[in-house]
């Protein structure tokens, strides 16, 4: 194929998956009031999964930060009059990209299969589902332990007595967006060790030898996440973050022997 030929077949592969965009976002158009309710606003709730799970496990250890809060609650407020309606068909937006993103994946794959080896073929195949499903592993995590933990502890802090905290629509939409696509790129960190490997940047050695480094930096991370102060709930946080250094360690070629 020439040049212009490669053009034109990108051009419809972005057509493609512009359509494929646009019939997820009509299709969770309808399902938006529903997943706002359940999900979105979930961890705005006293009885969100994580903070059950924690006033478990603080009834059991003693030594454990008391998460038995059954005051705790949010209730957002809208200042914007178009806030609601617009924030509408970006959460159907969100919803397609994080469905549509296999399609995505598989798209982008059978526009650059044809122009490798076979055995390079496997090989990007498996870089491709790799790379999605930690991406998902990520935002699961940034759902279920990172925004929340952030959420309760930001929304209980006062700097005085007579300040009430009252958490905006686009302020809690905002940092929900950002702090769960974070933690999906994050979880790409082993994908990227592999790719700058292939293309000679990274070797085994270079972990080894920043490790120590490596946890000074994962941990003032973890605590800018969740800055609660207490080592349980920055544990929450480090031990993923230091499982994905360490799973980069194993993708990365060997160095090369003089």
Request: include cysteine; hydrophobic fraction near 55%.
């Amino acid at each position: 194929m020439s040049f212009w030929d490669h053009l034109e077949e990108l051009r419809w592969v972005l057509l493609r998956i512009a359509i494929a965009l646009i019939v997820f976002a009509v299709a969770g158009f309808v399902f938006v009031p529903w997943i706002f309710d359940n999900v979105i606003v979930a961890p705005s709730k006293p009885d969100f999964i994580l903070y059950r799970a924690l006033c478990a496990m603080s009834n059991t250890f003693p030594f454990m930060p008391d998460f038995c809060d059954s005051t705790f609650g949010i209730k957002m407020i809208n200042i914007d009059l178009t806030a609601q309606f617009f924030r509408y068909f970006t959460t159907s937006f969100y919803l397609a990209l994080i469905v549509g993103c296999p399609y995505i994946l598989f798209e982008l794959w059978c526009f650059v299969s044809p122009a490798l080896y076979d055995h390079e073929r496997n090989k990007v195949r498996w870089v491709f589902s790799f790379g999605a499903v930690m991406f998902f592993v990520g935002c699961l995590v940034g759902y279920y332990v990172i925004f929340p933990m952030t959420l309760r502890f930001l929304y209980n802090f006062t700097l005085s007595d007579v300040i009430e905290n009252q958490v905006s629509l686009s302020s809690y939409m905002d940092n929900f967006v950002l702090l769960i696509m974070a933690m999906g790129l994050v979880f790409e960190m082993p994908l990227i060790a592999w790719l700058l490997s292939q293309v000679g940047i990274l070797r085994k050695s270079f972990f080894r030898n920043y490790r120590r480094h490596a946890i000074v930096v994962l941990l003032i991370v973890a605590a800018i996440i969740t800055p609660t102060g207490d080592p349980f709930t920055l544990s929450l946080v480090f031990i993923p973050l230091y499982g994905l250094y360490e799973m980069s360690i194993f993708f990365v070629k060997e160095d090369e022997k003089e």
